[in-house]
């Protein structure tokens, strides 16, 4: 066994003996971030997203998918059918969030959860809910006179949230091309790949950093103002929008054949690691130049999933070679430094930030860092066991 293999095979262990024992103690709540003693802070899966005191913004728990993610790839790596029973235990939890039409991240849940679990036992109860998921996904479809984008924030009779997207929707777009896949209705693929469109243009800078989110005119669908709730200051770059971005551009890539969406994320994934430069981890905002400043593992596990992704999609075997060696560094790098081996911390990669400015998990393990650096070892240990190669079409 190559010594990256190694590394890797040791990490999904470290999942495996994590979330045995944390399913004893966690109840029907769900892990978000760890706290300062190593332990998971934990939240219903009934919490939605929604305006709390009238305006501030409360994402809710967009984590509970990516658990049963999490056992479903301990499942696969280990054979144990005790992490598939519960798997499915508490997909029935997570369940009721199909139908939540406050928020894009039921995208997060459903990808996460829904989607492998069918792939694993062709239970079309879970396809089910996948789909029920997507229709809600696809009805958050802003139309406007200079293209079509998906609001992230709110119920769509809310004209704050109607007006708004996010870069981590990109992310959240490839339950919608699944959708389309599964069902034969390209409605689902064109919703997402108009997202994908508008997305790019009004969310890159001249320099090919990124706005956190954009306001548009819903009329026009011009580009009102560019900010952010998680980096620095509205022009900053934040670094774990990045990932979300070059994920959701490969997926639209490989699902319409348009080799310009895989320019783009190469585009936009070079810049990131020229900001990176020898760092296996970037700070939570690339402008943030303080010699202490806050670190985010959580972007690179994201970055590292969704440069395989650009990888698998190349059809020059340089070209695939360099973007595998990129995504190879970064989760060598994450296993030998940022892996927690200890059982006193109980998340997978230590020194995540989840959200600095509103002071959530600023030097923890998080939810879907966790997840992320799992998808893209199982991708290289087992693959086309967990999730669906985009090895076609090549370009």
């Known amino acids: 066994m190559s010594a990256p293999m190694a590394q890797f095979t040791e990490a999904l262990d470290v999942l495996c003996r994590k979330v045995a024992a944390d399913e004893t103690a966690i109840g029907t709540q769900f892990p978000y971030v760890t706290l300062a003693d190593g332990s998971w802070d934990l939240m219903p899966v009934s919490h939605s997203a929604g305006y709390r005191e009238g305006k501030n913004w409360d994402h809710g728990n967009w984590f509970c998918g990516f658990w049963v993610g999490l056992l479903v790839a301990a499942y696969l790596h280990s054979r144990d059918e005790k992490f598939l029973r519960l798997a499915e235990d508490r997909m029935v939890l997570v369940t009721e969030r199909a139908d939540d039409g406050n928020t894009h991240d039921i995208g997060f849940i459903f990808i996460s959860s829904a989607l492998p679990l069918y792939r694993v036992t062709g239970n079309a109860r879970w396809r089910g809910v996948g789909i029920r998921a997507a229709d809600r996904l696809r009805s958050r479809l802003v139309v406007t006179r200079s293209g079509s984008y998906i609001s992230s924030w709110g119920p769509m009779s809310d004209p704050r949230g109607r007006a708004s997207s996010a870069i981590d929707t990109m992310a959240n777009i490839p339950l919608l091309y699944w959708a389309a896949k599964e069902t034969g209705d390209a409605s689902y693929a064109l919703a997402a790949e108009a997202h994908a469109r508008m997305t790019d243009k009004s969310f890159t800078r001249s320099d090919?950093?990124?706005?956190?989110?954009?306001?548009?005119?819903?009329?026009?669908?011009?580009?009102?103002?560019?900010?952010?709730?998680?980096?620095?200051?509205?022009?900053?770059?934040?670094?774990?929008?990045?990932?979300?971005?070059?994920?959701?551009?490969?997926?639209?890539?490989a699902a319409t054949g348009d080799a310009s969406y895989l320019r783009r994320a190469e585009t936009v994934a070079m810049k990131w690691?020229?900001?990176?430069?020898?760092?296996?981890?970037?700070?939570?905002?690339?402008?943030?130049?303080?010699?202490?400043?806050?670190?985010?593992?959580?972007?690179?596990?994201?970055?590292?999933?969704?440069?395989?992704?650009?990888?698998?999609?190349?059809?020059?075997?340089?070209?695939?070679?360099?973007?595998?060696?990129?995504?190879?560094?970064?989760?060598?790098?994450?296993?030998?430094?940022?892996?927690?081996?200890?059982?006193?911390?109980?998340?997978?990669?230590?020194?995540?930030?989840?959200?600095?400015?509103?002071?959530?998990?600023?030097?923890?393990?998080?939810?879907?860092?966790?997840?992320?650096?799992?998808?893209?070892?199982?991708?290289?240990?087992?693959?086309?066991?967990?999730?669906?190669?985009?090895?076609?079409?090549?370009?």
């Not at 026009?220 to 994920?247: A, H, I, K, M, P």
């Not at 020898?278 to 670190?295: E, G, H, K, M, Q």
């Not at 997840?371 to 086309?384: D, G, K, Q, T």
């Open 208 to 253: 090919q950093t990124l706005y956190h989110a954009v306001e548009y005119d819903t009329a026009s669908g011009n580009r009102l103002r560019g900010y952010t709730f998680q980096g620095q200051s509205d022009e900053s770059s934040w670094s774990r929008g990045t990932g979300w971005d070059v994920y959701g551009l490969a997926a639209t890539a």
């Open 273 to 395: 690691l020229s900001q990176l430069g020898d760092a296996v981890v970037p700070p939570w905002d690339f402008d943030d130049r303080s010699a202490d400043a806050t670190r985010d593992s959580a972007a690179s596990a994201i970055m590292a999933a969704a440069l395989l992704d650009v990888a698998d999609l190349q059809a020059e075997d340089t070209r695939r070679q360099r973007w595998l060696d990129e995504a190879t560094r970064l989760l060598e790098g994450l296993c030998a430094h940022f892996l927690a081996r200890d059982d006193v911390h109980r998340g997978l990669l230590r020194h995540a930030c989840y959200s600095r400015p509103h002071g959530v998990g600023e030097d923890s393990a998080v939810m879907f860092g966790d997840y992320f650096f799992v998808e893209a070892l199982m991708r290289v240990v087992s693959p086309n066991s967990f999730i669906e190669s985009k090895r076609a079409p090549q370009f």
